[in-house]
């Protein structure tokens, strides 16, 4: 099950260890008969014809056929079938009979040096969970979650409750409360496709639509400390790992023991390259460093659980932030300026929405959201096919020129007229979208899983707390040095450890008209994140031996 948190645990997190996994190829007679005398729930698939979700309470093992032969070729001598990192020459094309996988993220694929013997596909992949959902139609899933939001802004305004949203957020709730429904099973987010639909649509559309009135000239004044935080996070991050793992190897000499490909010096460079950068930035530094699936997978731990963890300790503090300014002595003289002239601007072209104003808000923005993801489309492939250099291969994912795009047209139509679309509700439906966003993060998280799976990566999360204890330690150190304000803090953190996709909504839980410096620090996080993360590495490896 690869879930991402729920008093934070993650989805991929646990994805794919590799339990005694059993590979044997069988005749047909043989699967009837051990399909009428076992008691085994076995799963029928093919390269064709499979599910994306499996369950261990519904599958025992898995039989593969094949499908869509291609009788004009021949078997390839070196035909191999790979399951996650273990390989099983075949001889045949009889069917496969896998047991022994665990639960998580596992990926099935055939390999030749010749052409296979097969049309289409040569790999499958799929999640394995431990239970079925209660719900799974996406319909309930969105109802329920909008009712979780509902519920906990309609309570954040009532006076018995006052005290309590003084100290814990609402947008914390709204991470947690749905994390806490998928560790127990209520919902999850393997099966549930929302939280790639709030990524690739609901979050550009609230990029465009909080950039319509933003103040650039406003965010240059805010000065050089946003910069300053966010190469300090940066730091923290390159530095921070190899001192985790050189504490944790000092107590646990164990933890350097590995196979060839599977050291954890090589799996943790991954989680660099995503904490700094993203996940093209993560792939980089997987083919840099020749990182094997099973570990690959297991840090999927670290980047998810730890870094969602992290997320958590910064949405609490947001609560906090007056507090945490004045140990700081931090001037929030720009920050606050920036926040009253929006405010202003707002209620100067405030005004009852027609239905026309809503239309035409509506219909610009998401023409702008299917502008961006045309020349994404067109963007991501052409770089892939171009840049060979593993420092921009940020450039090839397409997600990150969703991102770039609908800031840019954001930023674009406030010189227009679009800039008033701010009198009829623009940065409250950007918000009311980034919240959905957050909720939808929030059901990645599985605590059960943490706890089932403890003795098997208890190792990573020791270094996981350590390193993001690092980071978080340099970031307050510098803040204090530098007299910066918590936000430039919080945002220069999410904006390497979590992203495109957090640090708007960190940025934007301080005020809207903050959001777009969370986005413009988390894309100068995409260009610096494998070089950091190759820093990183090496120095990783120097720890290692």
């Known amino acids: 099950m690869r879930k991402i948190n729920l008093l934070i645990l993650s989805l991929l997190f646990i994805a794919s260890p590799i339990m005694a996994q059993n590979i044997q190829q069988i005749s047909t007679t043989d ?65 496969i009979l896998i047991r022994g996988l665990g639960e998580g993220d596992h990926t099935i694929k055939f390999t030749s040096k010749e052409d296979l013997p097969f049309i289409g596909t040569n790999k499958i992949e799929f999640c394995l969970g431990d239970t079925r959902p209660l719900f799974t139609n996406d319909a309930i899933v969105f109802g329920l979650l909008m009712a979780i939001l509902a519920f906990i802004f309609w309570t954040s305004q009532l006076k018995a409750l006052t005290k309590f949203y003084a100290i814990v957020p609402a947008l914390l709730l709204c991470y947690f409360i749905p994390s806490i429904f998928n560790s127990l099973d209520i919902i999850n987010s393997h099966v549930s496709g929302l939280y790639g639909m709030a990524k690739n649509y609901l979050l550009p559309a609230a990029l ?64 660099a390259g995503s904490w700094i950068g993203g996940g093209a930035n993560q792939t980089a530094m997987k083919e840099i460093n020749d990182v094997g699936d099973t570990i690959f997978s297991q840090m999927i731990i670290v980047d998810v659980f730890i870094a969602n963890i992290f997320m958590s300790l910064i949405l609490f503090g947001i609560g906090k932030r007056k507090k945490i300014d004045k ?16 405010q202003t ?30 020349f994404a489309q067109l963007l991501g492939p052409f770089f892939k096919g171009i840049v060979n250099n593993p420092y921009f291969s940020f450039l090839s994912s397409g997600f990150f020129w969703i991102v770039v795009l609908a800031t840019v047209f954001g930023v674009l139509l406030s010189f227009t007229k679009a800039k008033k679309m701010e009198g009829v509700g623009a940065s409250r439906v950007g918000s009311i ?35 993001i204890s690092i980071h978080g330690a340099l970031l307050l150190i510098m803040a204090k040095l530098v007299k910066a304000p918590y936000f430039f803090a919080a945002v220069g953190s999410q904006a390497n450890v979590g992203g495109a996709a957090s640090a708007p909504v960190v940025a934007g839980a301080f005020h809207p008209s903050l959001a777009p410096v969370g986005v413009l620090l988390a894309v100068l996080g995409y260009a610096v994140g494998t070089i950091g993360a190759i820093i990183c590495s090496s120095m990783l490896m120097a720890v290692a031996g």
């Open 345 to 374: 601007y707002n209620a100067s072209v405030s005004k009852i929405p027609t239905f026309k104003d809503v239309i035409v808000m509506v219909g610009v923005v998401f023409m702008a959201i299917g502008t961006a993801h045309v």
């Open 433 to 467: 979208f980034i919240y959905i966003l957050v909720a939808t993060i929030g059901m990645k998280m599985d605590i059960e899983q943490l706890i089932t799976n403890w003795q098997t990566f208890k190792f990573l999360i020791i270094i996981g707390l350590i390193w």
């Open 31 to 95: 699967y009837l008969t051990i399909k009428s005398d076992s008691p085994e729930k076995i799963e029928v698939f093919s390269l064709t014809k499979h599910d994306k979700n499996y369950f261990q309470d519904e599958v025992d093992a898995f039989l593969l056929q094949f499908s869509q032969l291609d009788l004009a070729k021949e078997l390839p001598a070196d035909l191999t079938l790979i399951v996650d990192s273990l390989s099983f020459p075949l001889v045949s094309l009889d069917p």
């Open 327 to 342: 140990w700081l002595k931090a001037d929030n003289s720009g920050i606050d300026a920036l926040q009253e002239k929006m």
């Open 208 to 271: 465009v639509l909080l950039c319509l009135s933003i103040d650039l000239k406003g965010i240059v004044r805010l000065g050089p400390k946003a910069l300053i935080m966010f190469f300090t996070a940066t730091i923290g991050i390159v530095i921070g790992g190899p001192i985790a793992l050189w504490m944790c190897a000092s107590w646990f000499p164990e933890v350097l023991e590995a196979a060839a490909g599977e050291e954890i010096w090589r799996g943790l460079s991954t989680v």
